[in-house]
């Protein structure tokens, strides 16, 4: 009886979570009358428009990505290590970004960085593309910074910094050769986390002017048919790769650690 | 020959100094533009201090689109929360085969993480006006949706919409707590002459109660700070906060800037509180999930 319900539950809520991924995949196959063919991936992915703003969106994720390890790494690793009682708080500021909406955070830089206020980020495209980068590591705080505390919860951080610091090694040595490989696997969770919350976003992106895929997306998902369903199977195949990702890293890592 | 040892030195407390780039990158960019806007709303272009943006968002269409956002997202919230528990708990108390479990939890990564833009095109490739399943009904079993008063763009579309998001996250936050039931618990009451409804509502369900309502603010919030979905879905033809807020700062609505304060103070209030009830009972169920 039980079994009976928990196939239940199960077999409804896969015909709602697949239904509309093969109504999208469906319709994106539709472009050409009466068969199916890929034309509308071949018009996307020809598109100059898409290569540009998917590249653009590419370059954000990276940078996002090495500024976020670079922000969240040493600051995690310090309140393990010197600062435990500073832990809660943290984290609370940590988790804000949940709170809140990514269209206020989004607002207020426009209001704070405009070209008549004290640092006029807004002003240049090189300080907006800043000012985006910002935004975009605020949004992919929480997942950062709990894939990485979680990851140093694992190691022995006081012990592995006396060793290294009594082999001679400074501060940067010790983060960069001694805690990061330590908890590699969980900045790299982290960092397709966060790839895959930039190549989509549209809010931040969109307001601040920027020409990146999401606002792009939302273009063309104004003005065609047929093109926006092939990028939405373009965008969730990036979201499953990141996750796919994810799952690789953590199973590698499980493997690795077994052979000791 | 040993030097005597160099007597310690009293030193300035400088540990505080390793966080200080992050300290200041919140400040920057999470906590005064946030500052800003909530002392934006209620100051006047002057400077001085007003309740009169506030009372600005006393009008009929405003009051109207908090109205729809709270109830898109509290039924999105609702809904997402009964069916999420459903599935998580038939992979991990449903007696079903292991493999399951791990596809339906990256899946559930996946889908959570499947939001915003594409969604949107997702279900109206679906269940738009020529989408797979609208066609399928109206050629196949002669269902004209629009004529039985679905439309993907109103209260009902949203919140089918946001369900492919919350679902996931529901699976995802709930399935740790169900597996922090105890067997044994079970077992007490089944020795004790319990039924299975009889545990549920006597037993499972009061200990996952405040995670379950926590988890629910979680989601209520993660819908109401939702924009690129419903721009995508409706363009600028449905009446939400965010889409609203959206128009405000693109300038395509000209208003006083200081209504789009009141505006967005407006969503951090709704969203604050909705949070502050998840951490407070997230903290009250952690007690019995160790």
């Given at each position: 009886?039980?079994?009976?319900?928990?196939?239940?539950?199960l077999?409804?809520?896969?015909?709602?979570?697949?239904l509309?991924?093969?109504?999208?995949?469906?319709?994106?196959?539709?472009?050409?009358?009466g068969?199916?063919?890929?034309?509308?991936?071949?018009?996307?992915?020809?598109?100059?428009?898409?290569?540009?703003?998917?590249?653009?969106?590419?370059?954000?994720a990276?940078?996002?990505?090495?500024?976020?390890?670079?922000?969240?790494?040493?600051?995690?690793?310090?309140?393990?290590?010197?600062?435990?009682?500073?832990?809660?708080?943290?984290?609370?500021?940590?988790?804000?970004?949940?709170?809140?909406?990514?269209?206020?955070?989004?607002?207020?830089?426009?209001?704070?960085?405009?070209?008549?206020?004290?640092?006029?980020?807004?002003?240049?495209?090189?300080?907006?593309?800043?000012?985006?980068?910002?935004?975009y590591?605020?949004?992919?705080?929480?997942?950062?910074?709990?894939?990485?505390?979680?990851?140093?919860?694992?190691?022995?951080?006081g012990?592995?910094?006396?060793?290294?610091?009594?082999?001679?090694?400074?501060?940067?040595?010790?983060l960069?050769?001694?805690?990061l490989?330590?908890?590699?696997?969980?900045?790299?969770?982290?960092?397709?986390?966060?790839?895959?919350?930039?190549?989509?976003?549209?809010?931040?992106?969109?307001?601040?002017?920027?020409?990146?895929?999401?606002?792009?997306?939302?273009?063309?998902?104004?003005n065609?048919?047929?093109?926006?369903?092939?990028?939405?199977?373009?965008?969730?195949?990036?979201?499953?790769?990141?996750?796919?990702l994810?799952?690789?890293?953590?199973?590698?890592?499980?493997?690795?650690?077994?052979?000791h | 020959?040993?030097?005597?040892?160099?007597?310690?030195?009293?030193?300035?407390?400088?540990?505080?100094?390793?966080v200080?780039?992050?300290?200041?990158?919140?400040?920057l960019?999470?906590?005064?533009?946030?500052?800003?806007?909530?002392?934006?709303?209620?100051?006047?272009?002057?400077?001085?201090?007003?309740?009169?943006?506030?009372?600005?968002?006393?009008?009929?269409?405003?009051?109207?689109?908090?109205?729809?956002?709270?109830?898109?997202?509290?039924?999105?919230?609702?809904?997402?929360?009964?069916v999420?528990f459903?599935?998580?708990?038939?992979?991990?108390?449903?007696?079903?085969?292991?493999?399951?479990?791990?596809?339906?939890?990256?899946?559930?990564?996946?889908?959570?993480n499947?939001a915003g833009?594409?969604?949107?095109?997702?279900?109206?490739?679906?269940?738009?006006?020529?989408?797979?399943?609208?066609?399928?009904?109206?050629?196949?079993l002669?269902?004209?949706?629009?004529?039985?008063?679905?439309?993907?763009?109103?209260?009902?579309?949203?919140?089918?919409?946001?369900?492919?998001?919350?679902?996931p996250?529901?699976?995802?936050?709930?399935?740790?707590?169900?597996?922090?039931?105890?067997?044994?618990?079970?077992?007490?009451?089944?020795?004790?002459?319990?039924?299975?409804?009889?545990?549920?509502?006597?037993?499972?369900?009061?200990?996952?109660?405040?995670?379950?309502?926590?988890?629910?603010?979680?989601?209520?919030?993660?819908?109401?700070?939702?924009?690129?979905?419903?721009?995508?879905?409706?363009?600028?033809?449905?009446?939400?906060?965010?889409?609203?807020?959206?128009?405000q700062?693109?300038?395509?609505?000209?208003?006083?800037?200081?209504?789009?304060?009141?505006?967005?103070?407006?969503?951090?209030?709704?969203?604050?509180?909705?949070?502050?009830?998840?951490?407070?009972?997230?903290?009250?169920?952690?007690?019995?999930?160790?």
């Amino acid at each position: 009886m039980k079994q009976v319900w928990a196939w239940l539950a199960l077999g409804a809520g896969l015909i709602y979570f697949i239904l509309p991924l093969v109504g999208m995949a469906e319709f994106s196959l539709k472009m050409r009358r009466g068969v199916y063919s890929f034309d509308a991936y071949a018009k996307v992915l020809g598109d100059p428009k898409f290569q540009e703003t998917f590249g653009y969106s590419v370059l954000m994720a990276l940078f996002t990505i090495v500024f976020g390890i670079l922000l969240v790494v040493p600051t995690a690793y310090w309140v393990r290590l010197k600062l435990p009682g500073l832990r809660p708080y943290i984290e609370f500021i940590t988790l804000l970004p949940l709170v809140i909406p990514a269209i206020v955070i989004v607002f207020g830089y426009i209001r704070l960085y405009n070209t008549s206020s004290w640092l006029p980020l807004t002003g240049t495209a090189t300080g907006t593309n800043i000012l985006l980068m910002f935004g975009y590591a605020t949004l992919a705080l929480p997942y950062m910074y709990r894939a990485v505390d979680t990851g140093l919860r694992t190691i022995d951080v006081g012990t592995l910094t006396e060793a290294a610091q009594s082999l001679g090694a400074g501060w940067v040595t010790i983060l960069a050769r001694v805690i990061l490989p330590n908890v590699l696997v969980a900045v790299l969770s982290g960092a397709f986390l966060t790839f895959a919350i930039v190549i989509g976003e549209f809010t931040m992106a969109a307001l601040l002017n920027r020409p990146a895929f999401g606002p792009y997306m939302q273009l063309l998902g104004a003005n065609r048919a047929y093109e926006p369903a092939a990028l939405a199977v373009i965008a969730f195949a990036i979201t499953w790769a990141c996750m796919g990702l994810i799952q690789l890293v953590t199973r590698f890592s499980k493997h690795t650690r077994a052979q000791h | 020959m040993t030097r005597p040892p160099e007597r310690p030195r009293k030193r300035l407390p400088l540990h505080w100094l390793g966080v200080v780039p992050f300290l200041l990158f919140a400040l920057l960019f999470l906590v005064l533009p946030t500052m800003n806007i909530v002392l934006g709303a209620f100051r006047t272009p002057e400077g001085g201090f007003t309740l009169e943006n506030l009372r600005g968002l006393n009008t009929q269409s405003i009051r109207n689109a908090y109205w729809l956002s709270i109830k898109i997202s509290f039924a999105s919230a609702l809904l997402g929360s009964v069916v999420g528990f459903g599935v998580a708990a038939a992979i991990t108390l449903g007696g079903l085969p292991k493999f399951i479990r791990g596809p339906m939890l990256t899946f559930s990564g996946v889908a959570s993480n499947f939001a915003g833009v594409p969604l949107a095109f997702a279900f109206l490739a679906t269940i738009g006006p020529v989408g797979l399943v609208t066609v399928f009904l109206r050629t196949q079993l002669g269902l004209d949706l629009r004529l039985m008063g679905f439309n993907l763009l109103s209260f009902w579309g949203l919140t089918l919409t946001y369900l492919f998001f919350q679902i996931p996250l529901m699976i995802l936050i709930i399935t740790p707590a169900l597996d922090g039931l105890k067997r044994e618990w079970r077992e007490a009451a089944s020795i004790l002459g319990a039924t299975g409804p009889q545990y549920w509502r006597m037993v499972a369900l009061p200990i996952l109660f405040p995670s379950l309502l926590g988890t629910l603010a979680l989601l209520f919030a993660n819908a109401f700070g939702a924009v690129a979905t419903a721009i995508a879905l409706t363009g600028s033809s449905l009446n939400i906060v965010p889409i609203l807020l959206f128009a405000q700062i693109r300038g395509d609505v000209l208003g006083d800037p200081h209504l789009g304060y009141a505006l967005a103070f407006g969503m951090i209030v709704i969203t604050g509180v909705a949070n502050a009830v998840y951490i407070w009972l997230r903290a009250r169920s952690e007690r019995w999930l160790k």
